[in-house]
């Protein structure tokens, strides 16, 4: 876990699962929302699943990908300050990322200092700790040395197999993926809170959720993030320390 990193913008942007997996109005949309945080100065944050598979090597680069990864890097060059957390659909991203499209990549969470708030930031993918199957596919799944073979192969065996394998798993599992597991989101959140957080966001469930409390005198929020393909929502960090859902980019 990356740990209180101080971020100097006075907002940020929090997206995750945009699923991103051709050259459409999707991928156009997100390229538009990143040249907006450039342009405003605003710190972007992606918790995850940005695209439906991405693997930490230029070999294993699906065609579609290839324009996204340049025009980030091409803003990231222009002054974008763009941050990272694996979600369940990456692969070893850190260390041919890091430095390069983004200010720093995290695997697992990410601990920040925004806007006068300490913000937990995690994919959120092994919250549910309940969902045991899961938890053991991503054991195997996040493999360094099955990870390591793979890039030996040609890309040609590679990327078919590996996109046939998700398209199977996706409706795999329809106990834990039917439902939101609110208890336990709510209790992961409690004892992040307890570990000095303000602000805890996460991913993966593709449901909109916003949380407020108070405890001690101290305010605290827990944010899930909706899936960000479905209607381009997002949440938005304001330099009071506020946040907001908002549909990013607006419609022009």
Not at 29 to 48: M, P, V
Not at 183 to 209: K, N, Q
Request: proline share 4%.
């Amino acid at each position: 876990m990356r740990t209180d990193l101080p971020i100097p913008c006075e907002r940020a942007i929090f997206l995750a699962d945009a699923h991103l997996n051709a050259d459409d109005e999707h991928t156009r949309a997100f390229l538009r929302l990143a040249e907006h945080a450039r342009d405003e100065n605003i710190a972007l944050f992606l918790a995850g699943d940005i695209f439906d598979l991405w693997f930490g090597t230029a070999g294993l680069t699906f065609s579609f990908q290839r324009p996204v990864v340049d025009r980030l890097r091409a803003l990231r060059r222009d002054g974008l300050k763009a941050f990272y957390i694996e979600g369940n659909r990456d692969f070893f991203l850190k260390r041919p990322y890091e430095g390069d499209l983004f200010e720093s990549v995290a695997e697992d969470s990410m601990r920040i200092r925004i806007c006068g708030q300490t913000v937990f930031l995690s994919h959120g993918d092994t919250v549910n700790r309940a969902d045991r199957a899961y938890r053991f596919w991503k054991t195997i799944s996040k493999n360094r040395l099955a990870f390591g073979l793979a890039t030996l192969l040609p890309s040609s065996v590679v990327l078919p197999l590996a996109d046939r394998i998700e398209k199977r798993l996706k409706p795999t599992n329809p106990r834990f993926k039917g439902r939101f597991p609110e208890a336990e989101i709510v209790s992961f959140a409690e004892r992040t809170f307890d570990g000095g957080a303000d602000l805890v966001l996460l991913g993966h469930f593709h449901t909109e959720f916003l949380r407020r409390t108070v405890s001690g005198g101290r305010k605290r929020t827990l944010a899930v993030l909706p899936c960000w393909k479905e209607k381009h929502r997002c949440l938005v960090l304001d330099a009071n320390g506020e946040t907001s859902f908002q549909n990013l980019p607006a419609d022009k």
